[in-house]
């Protein structure tokens, strides 16, 4: 079985809730609060030893991501 990349979203089909290791993946979404919660949701979901990169177009990273939050309520 390939590595996947877990997205952390289990109502998506199971083709698109994993993509494989080693690539680049751009996902679009239309609100800004939409991509807020998909980017947590994502890196939370991630085991302890991944490697993620986040790539925003405006603004602070550090301010939109809350790890500690998530964690918390999960």
């Given at each position: 079985?390939?590595?996947?990349?877990?997205?952390?979203?289990?109502?998506?089909?199971?083709?698109?809730?994993?993509?494989?290791?080693?690539?680049?993946?751009?996902?679009?979404?239309d609100r800004?609060?939409?991509?807020?919660?998909?980017?947590?949701?994502?890196?939370?979901?991630?085991?302890?030893?991944?490697?993620?990169?986040?790539?925003?177009?405006?603004?602070?990273?550090?301010k939109v991501?809350?790890?500690?939050?998530?964690?918390?309520?999960?």
């Amino acid at each position: 079985m390939d590595p996947v990349f877990s997205l952390g979203i289990s109502s998506l089909w199971d083709e698109l809730r994993h993509m494989p290791i080693g690539g680049v993946w751009w996902i679009n979404v239309d609100r800004q609060q939409d991509a807020i919660s998909l980017v947590n949701q994502t890196i939370a979901s991630q085991t302890e030893n991944a490697n993620v990169a986040v790539i925003g177009m405006a603004g602070n990273p550090g301010k939109v991501i809350k790890l500690d939050e998530i964690s918390r309520a999960g």
